[in-house]
């Protein structure tokens, strides 16, 4: 009982966490899922109420071995981040630079400052040329012929708890970069479109959190991770209405690999927000398979994202007071609104999709 009380004190980082050794796990160099962290993820697909299945798995999966809280940070001061600038016309058109290299984007001659900027920040496991996901997100914007893409290619290729526990020194290392970038490079940061999806989301918006004095103009959540961002012990770290001017948030497997909770000013939510979603196949009695099938509808939320960039006003919601009034059809004559423009309403956005692309309705989906 006393290792759960240090693992909830950790979680919710409150002062930050000011015991001398806190208990998080030690991190690992593996490059894949291993079975510990999969068993912890596969919990929360057990049952609606996990949470607290998913702490106590998180406490056999650090089992009897502790390291100080200042490991997380020495891990996240000296792993490798990159950003990639991709630009166009192809995605196999980019360059690359360390994050302490990063003013070189702007001096390699690819940099165009009549373009708009958008930021992309992948989620646990993937990379910047992950194939049908980061790459998908590059394509939707190079289509569009006026953006600027860079994609942040921070350590996801370690275990998911270590991850969150360097969250907050990995998020200040991209603030004082991209602050750099910006007096380098005489352009607005606060202008770049921040997107973030899974536990990407959550380095998003603390790092738009750190920029505070310059304030992004708009960020996007894009299902942004549940396990241990989940109330009742809700990180503080994890993305909030507040991290940027207008803060949205796109769910499609909430309570899942997803977050339940509501972070920006406008939630929206596809098919009510949660798994299955169209086109994601049926539910499984295998536990593995059943993980994968979670794992479909938390990355469609990228997928809808992506599609409402290269075809605009494809995917629109509409604003109601709850799910049960949106699905009964009581809510025809309220506003609607583009998922990637910058709502002039607070509140639940819903809409519906196809089960395979186009997903988007149009208005007819709102």
Known sequence: ?????????????????????????PLSTSGTCDNSISGLLVQMFSSDSAFSTVVMNAISFVNSTFICKTDCEDAAQTATIKVYLFYGPKNTDYQVETLENMNKLFTGG???????????????????????????FVDAYLANDTYNVLVVEWPTQQE??????????????????????SLASGGDVSTMIFVGHSLGAHLCGYTARL???LKITFLAALDPAGPLFSVPWRCQFGVGANDAEV??????????????????IADYYANN????????????TNPAQCANQFLCSHVQA????????????????????????????????????????????????YFTTNAEAPFGKGINGA
């Open 1 to 25: 009982m006393a290792s759960l009380c240090y693992i909830l004190l950790c979680v919710a980082f409150a002062s930050p966490c000011a015991v001398a050794q806190s208990s998080w796990p």
């Open 110 to 136: 690819h940099w165009n400052k009549t373009r708009n900027t958008t930021c992309f920040f992948p989620g646990w496991l993937k990379t910047a040329l992950s194939a049908n996901y980061s790459l998908r």
């Open 302 to 349: 990228l997928f809808y994202w992506c599609e409402a960039i290269s075809r605009p006003g494809s995917v629109i919601g509409r604003f109601c007071p709850s799910s049960s009034a949106y699905t009964a059809g009581m809510c025809s004559d309220y506003v609607t609104n583009d998922i990637t423009v910058p709502p002039s309403t607070v509140g639940h956005l």
């Open 160 to 181: 998911y708890v270590g991850l969150v526990c360097q969250m907050p020194y990995l998020a200040t290392r991209l603030a004082k970069a991209l602050d750099n970038f």
């Open 247 to 264: 803060v949205v948030s796109l769910h499609t497997d909430a309570g899942r690999f997803g977050s339940a909770t509501d972070v920006g």
């Open 211 to 213: 920029l505070a004095a």
């Open 273 to 284: 927000g949660t798994a299955i979603q169209p086109g994601c196949t049926a539910f499984d």
